[in-house]
């Protein structure tokens, strides 16, 4: 399904297109009936309106060759949709991020081995930030004027900041009661964020609906989304080689849309195929929040079908109540011997806390949620505590300030005076 298409069709790009924009990519393959499209601005298979992604035939790439690349997703140019030329064209050059052992919050939950793979520091704060410089790159390719999204906070914030550096018009839209600093971090980069009254599945399909109607608008999440997907793979990329070119046994990755879990099982699958890593079997959990947990839902009652749901958690990132790639997280899940989990927001919020005490890393919702499912699995004996395991921190705890405000804040205040610092014991 999503594994890596080994016998390579002919190259095939949409007639007008220049020569090797997607770089190495071949062509567009349906998940569902594996029809295959031309590289183009196509995201639904035309036969069965299955989800389109990118198949490659791939040169022998060397750890060597990776290695002397940029620190930046870019080292990894030669395994995404993007030209060779990519690295020199403005973009906000993601990635590369810290993995830090994690020996504290590994003796907190009983786990031998723990890295959090820390996405906080990406130029927007946010995983997304690799997503969306593979989204740009597709967008200038196929001559758009307009990059914009639907988005759940960090999307908005990311597309904004790319297109602002990359000198194109941007439009993002995303729920009005979203968490104030995301609607700040996206307003500060362009002059049209669009708040519409409803939910994120409200917003997609808007987003959907203009897609189809405006001519020259790339919605990184929609009609590009093939390209903006496999961005996501460089997250995987990066915990094999900074693991020392192996995979880790198990990682816990939080599931919005689904996407970003696919990828990164799609970029071990990769990795193994071409000789990078050595083949091993591994582990993929999905964290969700209890409101908003369609994926996990499905995946405990044992069914292939994901009911939506009315999203209603402090993980607003991850409200998310139709996931368009649920049903192949809930594969990868069953297939690699993990499984999807969900916590409450009182949890989320007692793992934003966790994180931060024992790791000094301060996360949002996403990865309070990511956090929290992960000493779930440990207590409830699904993540063997044994082996070695990455879990994914996505995003930064200044974005989602407000779930927290209750739950920490001054010991004591107190008059300037020693006295005064004495009687509070501390
Ligand atoms: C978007 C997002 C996710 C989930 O992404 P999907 O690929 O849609 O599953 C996780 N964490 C954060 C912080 C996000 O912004
Ligand atoms: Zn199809």
Sequence with gaps: MSAVVTKAPETTTQPGLREGAFGNATSLSCRECGHLVALGPFYACPECFGPLEITYDFPQVTREEIEAGPRNIW???????VPTDIETSPNTEPGFTRLLEAKNLAAELGIAKLWVKDDSTNPTNSFKDRVVACALSAARELGATTFACPSTGNLANAVA????????KTVVFIPSNLEQPKQVNSAIFTENLVAVDGNYDDVNKLASEIAGEEEGWAFVNVNVRPYYAEGSKTLGYEIAEQLGWRL????????????????????FQELIKLGLVEAKPYRIFGAQ????????????AGVDAIRPVKPDTIAKSLAIGNPADGIYVLD???????????VTDDEIREGIVLLARTEGIFTETAGGTTTAVTKKLVETGQLDPSLETVIINTGHGLKTLDSISGQVGPAATIAPSYDAFKATGL
């Design 75 to 81: 080292r990894y140019k030669a395994l995404l949709p």
């Design 161 to 168: 900041a790319a297109g602002a550096r990359a000198g194109i």
């Design 248 to 267: 880790p046994d198990q990682v816990v990755i939080p599931v919005a849309s689904g996407s970003q879990l696919t990828k990164v099982d799609k970029a």
């Design 289 to 300: 929040a209890e409101g908003c947990g369609p994926v996990a839902t499905a995946y405990k």
């Design 332 to 342: 990868i899940a069953r297939r690699t011997g993990g499984a999807v989990e969900e």
